[in-house]
């Protein structure tokens, strides 16, 4: 899978956080999250940190295949 790219963060004065994924809003935090996300994304890979935030690094079937019976732990 590509690393992901295109990720911007805006911090503004009421303390809340907007990211943004090429120009589109992606996603807004506010209060305890939104210092958890700043703490996060100013100490590790700020475009990985951004898309996991977002949801965006799962593509296609990821966000399905967990419920299909072959992919169920715990027996059948």
């Given at each position: 899978m590509?690393?992901?790219?295109?990720?911007?963060?805006?911090q503004?004065?009421d303390a809340s956080?907007?990211l943004?994924h090429?120009?589109?809003?992606?996603?807004?935090l506010?209060?305890s999250?939104?210092?958890?996300?700043?703490?996060?994304?100013?100490?590790?890979?700020?475009?990985l940190?951004?898309?996991r935030?977002?949801?965006?690094?799962?593509h296609?079937?990821e966000h399905?295949?967990?419920?299909h019976?072959r992919n169920r732990r715990?027996?059948?």
């Open positions: 590509p690393r992901p790219s295109g990720f911007l963060y805006e503004h004065a956080v907007t943004t090429h120009g589109r809003p992606a996603g807004t506010r209060g999250r939104a210092a958890k996300f700043v703490a996060d994304v100013t100490s590790g890979d700020a475009q940190v951004m898309a935030w977002t949801g965006a690094y799962k296609g079937n399905v295949a967990r419920d019976p715990g027996g059948r």
